[in-house]
């Protein structure tokens, strides 16, 4: 008897025998293929987690006084954007969380609506709509920018900006068409922007869905997502917020007390630490830099044509064969990457390779790919 939601098996426990034949290499396997933080968390963030740790009341959902004032301090220090920080931002226990309860917490069934995400996304948005119980459509900004794709049924619409697992950008321009589109149809927009300090094209920040020139003063229907995991390396955390519209911030705010969705006390004071230190997340940046830059030649050696990873921590990479051959090809090196198969139909043609490895294994595996092993 099955007890539970039958979902499907999580991907990446299916890499298992990429993952074996990858460890058999003399060296050791390279890991390229989750993206999660190698590096310490800023000492300037544990400082504040321990002294933070007499936390004997309950913690606030909507966040003290305190950590929203110092999210809206970020967003007006990395991307210039004024919020309010009494109604417009909310922390969340990682943005994973909430890209998986939004459709639940918006009432998307009883409304009888669906999801949309891009073609080729990070797989949680099409599981906020599975354990909602309602579809999940894949439709790209650009054709919903142009008109070419229209959003009927829709009741919310993902934007991934930087993209996971492409790296790809929208400006300014595309993102204030979809959302004009979208308010007009009555669809709420979340833009997941975990990315946007790793941008590998400029220092500024990549736009935002808050951008004054996106959104005209009005954030009606837009939210924001964020995560501190990569600019910060707080994976282990659970620390990220959502911002924009005050009713949608509200009413989600009011829905998390009810369902016991609360940032941890000592993780909120973490939190206003990192959020208003910039040195530790500009050298986080330069560490990724070089990485990258180590990397991604040899990868154009091996044979892999690097599309799109114009920010992010990933090359997305095609050998214009089915991404499991090119996966083998990889093990057979010792290097593990992650299939474009767990990202959608799209995406079977590709790879996704990660920077989050120590500065060794990343030489490690740049060598590996240049000298055919």
């Known amino acids: 008897m099955n007890y539970g939601l039958d979902l499907p098996d999580y991907p990446w426990d299916t890499l298992a025998p990429y993952r074996a034949r990858a460890a058999e290499h003399p060296s050791g396997i390279c890991d390229l293929s989750i993206g999660t933080p190698v590096d310490p968390t800023p000492a300037v963030i544990r400082e504040a987690l321990a002294a933070g740790s007499d936390s004997h009341g309950y913690p606030t959902t909507a966040g003290t006084p305190e950590l929203r004032a110092a999210i809206a301090g970020w967003y007006e220090q990395w991307h210039g954007i004024a919020l309010d920080p009494r109604t417009q931002v909310m922390p969340t226990v990682g943005s994973k969380e909430l890209v998986a309860w939004l459709p639940t917490l918006l009432g998307l069934r009883q409304r009888g609506l669906a999801v949309a995400c891009p073609s080729a996304a990070y797989p949680t948005y099409e599981m906020g709509a599975t354990l909602a119980g309602v579809d999940c459509v894949r439709l790209d900004a650009a054709d919903i920018a142009s008109g070419a794709a229209g959003l009927e049924g829709i009741g919310l619409l993902w934007l991934n900006t930087p993209g996971n697992p492409t ?7 595309v993102l204030a068409a979809v959302a004009e589109r979208a308010r007009a149809a009555g669809v709420v927009v979340a833009s997941d922007e975990c990315y946007a300090l790793l941008n590998w094209q400029g220092e500024d920040a990549t736009p935002s869905i808050l951008h004054p020139a996106v959104t005209g003063g009005d954030p009606t229907g ?3 997502v964020y995560s501190m995991s990569k600019q910060s390396n707080l994976a282990g955390y659970r620390a990220a917020f959502t911002a924009g519209d005050p009713a ?4 989600l705010t009011n829905s998390r007390k009810h369902a016991g969705m609360i940032v941890p006390g000592p993780v909120q004071t973490a939190m206003i630490a990192g959020l208003g230190d910039t040195a530790h997340v500009r050298a986080q940046k330069e560490t990724y830099r ?4 180590t990397l ?13 990873s114009e920010a992010g921590l990933y090359l997305w990479c095609t050998r214009d064969e089915d991404c499991w051959d090119t996966l ?5 090196r010792g290097i593990l990457a992650g299939p474009g198969a767990f990202y959608g139909d799209a995406a079977g043609r590709f790879v996704r390779i990660a920077l989050t490895a120590s500065d060794e294994r990343i030489a490690q595996a740049a060598d590996r790919l240049r000298a055919g092993g």
Do not use: N, S
């Open 290 to 293: 070089a990485r990258r830059d």
């Open 248 to 251: 949608l911030v509200g009413d």
């Open 167 to 173: 790296g790809t950008v929208l400006d300014v321009e």
């Open 328 to 332: 083998a090809a990889l093990a057979e």
């Open 222 to 224: 837009l939210l924001a």
């Open 296 to 308: 991604l030649p040899a990868v154009t050696e091996f044979g892999l044509r690097v599309e799109h």
